[in-house]
């Protein structure tokens, strides 16, 4: 097993690698930025060290600290460096332990366009669109114009919901195509774009997938994300509501041979966007997802503790058929922002948790606790479980109702309309939900 780990990363997710590392039994480093100084995991890390003023991303640093602090395996966590294929070959190359899949197939999924060619060998069917990235905007138009109008510019190294652009008709074309290769250049460091179909109202399906790099994988079910705004998840289900249970269990099979056929490693998930009964491939991320805890509360596993221990074993935890899912879960992501999705940091005065059956709080927030400007706004997960869906919501209202961030601006009221309103309730969700909801 592991014995000393350096978490590379901040916020809820450190934490909860944290605790995943303690049940273990696994000396934790927290490797963290001077700007930070005031995280709730560096009181219970069993070592600190500071690595910047405000970078997470300084890979030199992050190494020079897992080796004069004795460690053996880094985990990323999301975000930052855990899909930086460079920074897990030099993880390896120095005789740690990466939590997570190979740079080889990090570098592969990497590249969404790579992704979409190399998934559809393997029974998954992408969205139509290019083969690969597209050279030039005259590329790009004669794409589009096949494919016909509407269509997506993205960008071919992107996430997070950034370096996207919805192409209305071919008189837009050329200044959006320049507009994503110069936010794909600023943010992810290569210009690369592809095309898609653009679908106007899908829903926006996962599949959790655990693989142990050896050619066994196993799938732990869906999750359904498509409450989004700007292309960035909000609220997640699992599993997804209001689909046939077997048809899922066929995808997520599917999934999981595919999985197995890239010898993939650790925890990965497959995305997919679902209209007129058809699942379309769109990517497939090869860490942790913040949405996680979800698939934790259904399934009863503890998937930090999963990627932990097939890390250290190289062997699957779980066969396919000791996996049960149980119940509905679903989880708010709970942001420090202002009722136009900006940033707000600040001091939270006053703190408290709801509490009760089938309720759980992901966060790294305390009373006093002064939330920085440098960073992401999602400052915690509410996750609610329950017998059915319909409980599931009921306990996630209550919970929104009791929890309280005093000193911030936050959206906990926005989740509490959009769990109450009908639209939602009876699972009339697509990605483009928060447009309408409102005016139902």
């Known amino acids: 097993m592991i014995q000393r780990l350096l978490i590379a990363n901040r916020g809820e997710i450190a934490l909860r690698i944290l605790r995943a590392c303690r049940e273990c039994g696994v000396e934790t480093v927290a490797a963290y930025a001077r700007a930070d100084q005031n995280l ?93 990235s597209v050279p030039d905007n005259a590329a790009a138009e004669s794409i589009s114009a096949e494919l016909g109008y509407p269509v997506a ?34 943010i992810f460091g290569r210009r690369d774009i592809y095309v898609e179909k653009y679908l106007g109202s899908p829903r926006h399906i996962e599949i959790q997938i655990m693989g142990d790099g050896f050619g066994q994988a196993v799938h732990l079910g869906s999750r359904e994300c498509s409450i989004q705004r700007r292309h960035q998840k909000l609220i997640e289900e699992a599993p997804a509501p209001h689909m046939d249970p077997e048809l899922l269990d066929r995808l997520g099979q599917t999934c999981a041979a595919a999985a197995a056929a890239l010898n993939y490693r650790n925890a990965g998930t497959f995305e997919f966007l679902y209209e007129d009964r058809e699942f379309y491939f769109i990517e497939m991320n090869t860490r942790l997802q913040v949405e996680h805890p979800v698939t934790e509360m ?10 932990l221990e097939v890390a250290s074993t190289g062997k699957l935890p779980v ?28 001091t939270l005065t006053r703190y408290h948790t709801p509490g009760g059956p089938g309720i759980r709080v992901d966060s790294h927030l305390y009373q006093g606790y002064k939330i920085p400007h440098q960073y992401d706004s999602l400052i915690g997960k509410l996750i609610s479980h329950g017998c059915d869906r319909e409980q599931a919501i009921a306990r996630m209202v209550g919970a929104l109702n009791e929890m309280a961030l005093d000193g911030i601006d936050s959206n906990l009221a926005l989740h509490e309309a959009v769990l109450l309103s009908d639209l939602f309730r009876r699972g009339d969700i697509d990605t483009t939900f928060l447009r309408h909801w409102v005016s139902e």
């Not at 919901?161 to 200044?175: E, K, Q």
């Not at 000791?322 to 708010?332: F, K």
């Not at 992501?333 to 900006?342: F, G, K, Q, T, V």
Request: hydrophobic share 35%.
């Open 40 to 132: 709730l995991h560096l009181d219970y890390a069993d070592e600190i060290i500071c690595i910047s003023d405000v970078d997470y991303l300084d890979m030199n640093g992050l190494l020079m600290a897992a080796r004069v602090t004795g460690c053996d395996a880094v985990h990323p966590g999301y975000g930052f460096l855990s899909e930086n294929a460079e920074f897990a070959r030099r993880v390896e190359e120095e005789g740690l332990t990466w939590i997570g899949p190979g740079n080889e197939t990090i570098e592969m999924m990497g590249n969404k366009a790579q992704a979409r060619a190399e998934i559809s060998t393997r029974g998954l069917q992408p969205i139509p669109g290019s083969k690969s």
């Open 153 to 186: 510019l993205k960008a071919s190294f992107g996430g997070g919901g950034r370096g996207i652009r919805v192409v209305p008709d071919s008189s837009s074309l050329a200044g959006l195509f320049e507009e994503t290769e110069n936010e794909a250049r600023a």
């Open 298 to 307: 259904v399934t009863g596993l503890d998937l930090v503790r999963m990627q």
């Open 319 to 346: 066969s396919q058929e000791e996996i049960r899912l149980t119940g509905h879960a679903i989880e708010c992501r709970i942001n420090a922002e202002d009722s136009d999705y900006r940033p707000v940091p600040g």
